[in-house]
Structures are given as C-alpha cells and as structure tokens.
C-alpha cells in the first residue's frame, strides 16, 4: 500500500460541524414545544417553510457560486439560520414573510460574504431586521395566547393571511410591546386593565424558560463557553434591576426583562454564534455584555417592542475591534506588558 | 507527593497504549547494516573521523561533535565502515544528508570500555564523560544533553520527563518498569552534576504500575519525587510538564534555567547511567512499534542506525496493510513515505497504523471560529485567528499573536469540528516568517554596507582634501621661508600673476571690439529666410484657396511680394559672390573629389586586411593616398582663399 505523507497531527476527535449544528437544532426543540403550545401551529408550520426554503436558497447559492452542493449542506448552518428565524417569527407569519427573512439571511447575509465562517453579521438577525423595518406590522402581529386556531386554520391563515369563520382575537400585541406603549398608565394600573397582559408575561416566561433549558443542555455539552450568554443575561439584568429598583412604575422588572421577548433564545442561541461574535474569552463577556446593555436600552427608549435583532448586529459590528484589544496572553507573556492590551 | 497545577487547554485523545506496553522490551539483533546520520541532533553535524574500509568495534568513536552544540557519534556493532554518503534522514522534510554505512560482521565486539564510580570523581570529569558519549535528550528534540546540563545559573529543581503523553507510544513506560534502578542512578549523576537540586518525575496517572515500580524503588531515597500528573496531551511538553510540576511559565524568550529549572527525559537520564557506570555510549535505544499493521506490537531495543525496514520485519510489521507510517506519535510525529531510514537517537515510536485506524484525509470545511481550539490550545494562543492570518499571509498580524509561541502539539487541529489541518498552517506562517526575517537581514545587511562604502568613499575624499590642503601649506611655508632667506629677488608668483593680469586685459580689449558684420553670412541668412517665409505662404495661399477662404486675395499679394524679395535676396546673394568670386558649385564639386578619393582609400585598406597579393594593393593605397591628399589641398587652397576674399571684402 502507497504509504500516506500527511502532516500531524494524524489522529482526530469525532467532532464535527455538522455534529455541532444537529446538537443546536435539538436543543431548539423545547422551546418549539413551549412556543406551540402557547401559540398554535403556527411556528411549526413556520419552521418546515424556512427549513424548506433555507436548504433550497442554499443550494441555489452553492451551485451559483461554483461549490460542491453536498458537503456544504451538510454542515447544517442553513438548517440553524431556519430554526433561528422561524422561531424568532411571530407565529402568524404569512409565506412570503418567511421568505424574504430566509432570502435575505441565506443569500445576502452569509453567502455574499463568502459563505459559512466569513459573513460579519448574524444571517438570521440580518433576516430578521430587515422584516421588521420592512414590514412593522405583520412582524408585531404576535399571535394571542388564547389563539385556539386548528392546523387547517392556521394553514388557511398562512397562504391567505384571513380566516374563515372570522375568529377575534388570534393576534395580539406582546408583553413587552404591551408594557412600552402605556399610555401614560404606571405598570401597575396596566396590568390592572388588561387581563392579557398577566397570561401574555405566563406564556413568554415559559417559553423562556424552555430556551434557558434548550441552553443549559448544550453549554453541558460544551457546545459553545458559557461566557457570552451569561454576560448578556447579567448585563440584561443589571440594567433592568438597577432602573426597576430607582422608578418600578415605569421599568419592568429583573424577572420580566429576562423571562419575555426573546431574551432566552438570543442569549442561548444567537449570541453564541461563534462566526460573528467575538474571539476570546474576555471578548465574549464583553460582547455579551454589550448586546445586553443594548437590549435593554432599545427595549426602554427605542421605537421598538424587543430589539434581539438591533442589539446583535451592532455588536456584530463592534466584535473585530473586541478582538483586537482582547487577545489573551500567550503562555509565556504573563508578565509582558506590551502584551497587554 | 506535592502538588500539581493545571495548565490551559489540552485534549484526550484515545490512548491505545495497551497495544505496546502489556509485553517486555525486547532486543533486536543487529541488523546487517546500520545507517548513521551524522546530524541525528540539534546543533552542528559530527565529523566524520573515519575512512570507507575501516574496521570498527562497538562503541567506538566514528564522528565527533563540532562545537558546543552538537554530539558525538559512535558504531553501534562491530563491523566495516562500508559507505560514507547521502542518505534520505528520518526528518518531516525527508531531505537527504550525510550518513556513515557500518556492514556489521555479527561478532558484536565491544570496544575496552569501563564505568566510573560518580561518586569518586568531579562534576567536569562527569559533564566530560557524558559529553564524549553522545548522548542527546531522547524524548523527541534531541538536544545534546551535556549542553543542558552545563547550566549557568543555580539549578534549583530538576524535571525527569515521564509523561509520555502522546498516545500509543510507551516505550518511557517499559523503560520505567524495567530500568527503574538505572534510572534512578542517572538522575543521581544529574543532581550530582547540578549540585543536588530537588528532583521530580513527572508521569501521567495512566501508567499505575509504572509509578507503582518507581516509587519502589525511590523508598529510601532523598530528594527525588515523583509527580503524579492527571493524564492530559499535550502534559509532556516541556513547557506544561513545568507548569504542572511547579506551577510557573517559562517566560517567553527565556529558557526553563533561567528559572531555576532544568528538564531532562527519562531515556536520556537512563543513557548517562549507562555512560558513567557503564562506560557505554548511546548507542541503541528503546523503541515503540506499534500500530494496527504490526503484528508483535511492543517495545524494542534497538541499535542506533537500524533501518526502519528491519525493525518493521522484525515487528511483523505488514506493509500491505500499512497505510500511514508515521515516526512519533499520532499527535507530533511525521509520516516517512521511505522505509529506508534509520532510527536515530531520538526516535521513540515507528506507528505503522491501517488504513482506518487514523484520521482519515478529509476535506475541511469552513471555519466557523468555534473556539474549541482556542479551548485547547496550551499555549492559550488564539488558533482560529492564527489560521486566518496564515491563509491571508498577514504574517506581521500572525506574530502579533504570538505565532513564535505555537510549539505545534496539534490539539487544536485535533478538536476542530471543520477538521482543518491547522498545524500545516502554521508551520507555513513559521516559515514564512523565517523566510521573511532572513531577507530583511540580508536586505538590512546589504543597505549597511552600501552606506559604509559610501561613506569610506567620502572620506577617503576629503582625506585627499587634506593632504593636498597640508601640502599646500608646507609649499607657501617653504616658499616663505626661501624668500625670507633672499628678500632682494624678484617674487616668482608676484610676477607670473602680473603677467596673467596682462593677458587678461589684452583679452578683454580684443572681446570689447565689435566685430566687423559679415555681409556675406547676412545676405545667405536673409536669402534663407525669404525663401522659408515664401514657402509658407505658397502652402496657406493653396490651402486657402482649396477652402475657398476669402482671404485668398490678399494672401495671393503677400506671396507675390515675398516671390518677389525672395529672388532679389538670391541676386543679391549671387551678385556678391561673383563679386568676390566665390563659386559655391566649385566648392561642392571639390569637397565631392576629397570624399571620393578618401573612400578609395578605406576601401582599399579593407581589401588589404584579407588580400593575396598586399604589394600591389599597398601600392595602390600610396597612389590613392596622394589623389586624396592632392583633393584635399585643392579644397583648402579654395576655402582659403575664400576666407581671404571674404575678409578683405570686410576689412575696408
């Protein structure tokens, strides 16, 4: 046998990308659960459009830009951006809603910089932010918790965007939009005239708390350092708590900020991304840190409801300068100040 | 037992050690011939001493170390010095480099040798045994030990390397269970030689019962201890295995001496044993072959110089099956694409491994800057970025990030989930650099001495500058001096610039006078002129009345009057020549005559260079000589009289 010249090392863990991108997409499935059955068979019906359209997009791309098709879809990233924004979607979300998130996640967002591993922003936040500048009020058309639509009439709803039999009430405004369009009402007063609001803020912290479980599973499997989500969350936080604590009539609290919106699924799943965050360990706290502070002064004074999306592309941003002023110091360098920075 | 500090990183890749460590090492029998690099360490090649023919004895000296860094050489068996050449060299570049050839003649014969009692003699008779019996670290780099050993600073705690952390090799961990008083006997010699520093082995918890044995044998013995470490790769690296044990990073730049430490491998400590008691050099070696292709997997002792294709025999090695044959470890090691090289002094393990039993040659896909190599990496480097740089060839960025501090232990192409070969990255950014710092060098080395040669050149200048200055200082003194000897005669240089002053004035008045106006010379200029001026004119009156311009008219009257000023300047012009009776037909026809009889000449001359018959042709050129010289005259004689008609024609 032909004796091979290759270069060390000449064994190799079983890790592997695509292993890296199923065990993600397993751990969306809690809260897919949690989401479906506050919500209806909306998301689902979501999820199989966006996974349908990403793979196909994908595809389309690969073959336009001369690469072999079959091992790049198989690395499973296109899957991941689908989850993403089929979850991230309101669950009433018509067809071509979806489509233009996934169109411009997949092609624009990540394949026109180069594909997997070169694009600077988050593909399924680009997506994302370009639907809700685009198109404000399919994307704050959350669906109602008490939304008893079956799957033939959310189907209907999805191709058509009208119901029949005409059913009230299947779409509402979230908590937090809730929460920031007061009308000059203190929180308390509120919740006080509007029911929904306790059940809405019920159904988020459940959804949440799937995510957080979703998470927890892959940070045990050392999928990705805890350093980013966890800087996000305390960041989230600290602001809220500080700011709850000083006016609680106007800032939700501690609790509302971390357990509503997407708060669970960004800090788990999307600020996470190792492509476009930051390098080093001291980086991700940092940007992790910084998507939480944003969040939080998007969510308080910005136009709109939750700001995921916002938040995670200007940090996106601000990673290669995160990377240039937070490399580690190499064995070696403890005491070398010129190393520092 | 003390305590054990973590290091950054790490893996655990599958041990497969059970393969080559359940049976004893077992001697191979020499081999008919033996190949010997004479480079098999960091440092200087050894001189070859000997001459092709020559009969040697086991354990003699054949090539000696050139300089302090470098090594001793000797003949493994007895047998003839058969061929001195080229040979392929067991290195990852697969080059080739000088090797002695000993045919061995089966006697084994040993050379008179014989070991000393350490204890009987000093630290420079000790260092001077070790140094003369070549022996070089033998856990992978191969650095001449006497050199380590020679320390300038105080050694306050010396390091046996046991860890042997890469996978499937366990030659240290056979050598342990089996020579554990040599061992314990050489690192003695070590202390002795360092001035008793604290000794610690440190071994990977995987090898129980080499631990097991060791501190057996260590019961009763002061200051040594061995370091239990948690088994981790890269742990036997010399900068972790020092991290481990006590805690602190060798700085970059620096060596572990400079903190008081000095690292030496478990081999190398058994091989001063057998240098100093035994009097024996280092001349064989334990080594692991082991892999799924080999059928007796195990430890064997063998002699320095032995092919890697008889030790594959002797192991049961099937080449069919043998997909990847790889010297060191599947972590560090390099493939070997040829069988015929030999095992050298720091060779610890032949993996002669199937087909599936490596990784096998993937493509890798696109980084997505998981981190887990950054996770890995012990030298807390960042890899993904490192990787970046290397593919860009942004190499000063790739410094900036500490390319220098990689030491290429591959767990971090080990873990990555894209499955890129990042050490090939690096190692290419490392040479690149080299490559790069070297041109700069030569560059800078270049521009130094061009500005040194320009500045000699200066100075070499002004330096005549000088000279030449004091000379003429010592001239005016001298010259002073003879006047002040005879003050009455006249001043030599007073009148020489009395007379240049002359010179001058008369000069001056001569270049005051306008000079007469040359009638001759205007009347041709002006002739010349109106004769350009009617050209032009013709040429825009055609153009003029080709367009129709209504201009054509009075461009027509220009013409006719310079039609008309142009001839009277041509009679004038002739007028005065026949005045002076200068015929400038003549004079082309006689400057025609010259020319042509020169040319005869030249011609003639040529033809002399390849003629016969030279007499003739020279009395030709004599005859056309004197048509050219008789030309010429007529010429001059016209011009001349020209020049003399013109001039008298000015004087008046």
Request: proline share 5%.
């Amino acid at each position: 046998m032909a004796l091979l010249n290759l270069s060390s090392p000449h064994h190799h863990s079983l890790n592997r990308t695509s292993r890296l991108m199923m065990w993600v997409l397993l751990a969306t499935v809690p809260g897919l659960l949690a989401q479906s059955y506050w919500f209806g068979y909306g998301t689902v019906i979501n999820l199989i459009w966006a996974c349908v359209l990403a793979l196909s997009f994908e595809a389309l791309v690969l073959r336009l830009r001369k690469r072999p098709i079959t091992p790049f879809i198989s690395d499973g990233s296109a899957l991941v951006t689908a989850f993403l924004l089929a979850l991230a979607l309101p669950p009433f979300s018509p067809w071509w809603l979806t489509l233009v998130a996934v169109l411009f996640a997949i092609v624009f967002a990540k394949h026109l910089y180069g594909g997997l591993g070169n694009n600077p922003f988050n593909p399924a936040m680009v997506g994302y932010a370009l639907c809700l500048i685009a198109f404000p009020v399919s994307m704050t058309q959350w669906a109602g918790t008490e939304n008893t639509l079956n799957l033939a009439q959310q189907w209907q709803w999805f191709w058509t965007e009208t119901v029949s039999g005409g059913i009230d009430g299947y779409t509402q405004a979230t908590p937090l939009d809730l929460m920031r369009h007061t009308k000059g009402l203190t929180l308390g007063e509120l919740a006080a005239t509007n029911p929904l609001l306790g059940l809405g803020l019920s159904a988020s912290a459940w959804i949440n708390a799937a995510y957080l479980a979703g998470g927890l599973g892959l940070l045990a499997l050392r999928i990705f350092t805890w350093h980013a989500p966890v800087a996000m969350l305390a960041s989230l936080g600290l602001c809220a708590g500080l700011f709850h604590m000083g006016e609680p009539d106007l800032y939700p609290s501690v609790g509302q900020h971390l357990f509503s919106g997407a708060t669970m699924l960004a800090a788990f799943f999307i600020v996470t991304d190792p492509v476009t965050s930051a390098t080093s360990r001291k980086g991700k706290l940092i940007f992790g840190a910084g998507v939480g502070l944003l969040v939080f002064i998007i969510r308080s004074y910005g136009a709109y409801p939750d700001a995921f999306a916002f938040a995670i592309i200007l940090m996106n941003l601000a990673a290669p300068l995160i990377d240039t002023y937070t490399q580690p110091k190499a064995y070696g360098h403890q005491g070398n100040k010129d190393n520092e920075r | 037992m003390g305590r054990v500090w973590p290091f950054h990183g790490g893996v655990h890749p599958p041990e497969n050690k059970l393969q080559s460590n359940q049976s004893g090492i077992v001697s191979m029998p020499v081999p008919q011939q033996l190949v010997l690099p004479l480079n098999q360490h960091i440092g200087a090649p050894a001189k070859c001493l000997l001459e092709v023919g020559t009969k040697v004895l086991k354990g003699q000296l054949i090539a000696s170390a050139q300089g302090f860094v470098s090594a001793n050489l000797h003949a493994p068996s007895s047998g003839t010095i058969t061929v001195i050449d080229e040979r392929t060299l067991p290195h990852p570049s697969a080059l080739v480099g000088p090797c002695i050839v000993i045919d061995t003649d089966g006697q084994d014969q040993w050379i008179d040798h014989a070991g000393i009692d350490p204890l009987s003699v000093d630290q420079g008779e000790l260092l001077q045994r070790i140094r003369s019996a070549g022996i070089t670290g033998m856990g992978g780099a191969g650095f001449p030990s006497a050199v380590k050993l020679q320390a300038k600073t105080k050694i306050n705690t010396l390091i046996i390397n046991a860890a042997e952390c890469e996978p499937y090799i366990t030659a240290d961990d056979r050598l342990i269970r089996e020579y554990s008083e040599q061992i314990i006997a050489g690192v003695q010699i070590i202390r002795q030689l360092l001035d008793q520093p604290a000794c610690i082995i440190g071994i990977e918890d995987n090898k129980t019962e080499a631990i097991a044995i060791l501190s057996q044998a260590l019961t009763g013995i002061d200051g040594i201890e061995v370091g239990v470490i948690p088994t981790k790769y890269p742990s036997g690296g010399e900068k972790q295995l020092i991290q481990i044990l006590t805690g602190q990073q060798v700085p970059h730049g620096s060596i572990p001496a400079d903190l008081g430490l000095v690292c030496h491998n478990v081999g190398t400590a058994k091989a001063i044993a057998d240098a100093i008691l035994l009097g024996q050099p280092l001349i064989s070696r334990v080594t692991t072959v082991t892999g799924k292709a080999a059928a007796k997997a195990g430890n064997y002792q063998v002699l320095i110089g032995t092919q890697v294709s008889d030790l594959m025999a002797f192991a049961e090695v099937d080449l069919a099956t043998t997909s990847r044959l790889v010297m060191g470890g599947p972590m560090m090691g390099f493939t070997l694409t040829d069988h015929q090289v030999s095992v050298i002094k720091s060779t610890n393990c032949i993996l002669a491994s199937s087909e599936l039993e490596l990784a096998p040659v993937a493509d890798h896909h696109a980084c997505i800057r998981c981190g887990q190599c950054e996770v890995v990496c012990p030298a807390e480097l960042l890899p993904q970025q490192l990787f970046w740089f290397a593919k860009a060839e942004e190499f000063d960025k790739a410094q900036s990030h500490n390319l220098a501090d990689c030491i290429e232990c591959g767990a971090c192409a080990w873990v990555c989930p894209s499955q890129i070969p990042l050490v090939q990255y690096y190692r290419f950014a490392k040479g690149r650099v080299k490559t790069l710092h070297a041109e700069t060098q030569l560059a800078e080395h270049a521009r130094l001495r061009f500005e040194t040669r320009e500045q000699r050149l200066i100075d070499e200048k002004l330096a005549k500058e000088e000279k030449r200055k004091a000379r003429a200082v010592a001239a005016a003194a001298a010259q002073a001096a003879k006047r002040a000897a005879n003050p009455d005669a006249e001043d030599p240089i007073a009148a020489a610039l009395a007379r240049v002053n002359q010179q001058k004035q008369a000069s001056a008045t001569c270049v005051t006078a306008e000079p007469p106006e040359d009638a001759y010379k205007a009347l041709k200029t002006a002739a010349a002129i109106t004769r350009t001026k009617l050209k032009k004119s013709s040429k825009a009156l055609t153009d003029a009345l080709a367009s129709g311009h209504e201009q054509a008219e009075s461009l027509q009257t220009t013409v006719d009057q310079l039609a008309l000023k142009a001839n009277a300047a041509k009679a004038a012009l002739s007028a005065y020549e026949t005045k002076l009776g200068l015929d400038p037909e003549h004079e082309k026809q006689l400057q025609l005559a010259a020319a042509q009889a020169g040319a005869v000449v030249r011609k003639l001359e040529k033809s002399l260079a390849t003629a016969e018959d030279a007499a003739a042709i020279e009395a030709q050129i004599v005859i056309a000589n004197t048509a050219h010289a008789t030309a010429n005259q007529a010429l001059e004689a016209y011009q001349h009289k020209s020049t003399a008609l013109q001039q008298q024609t000015q004087e008046p």
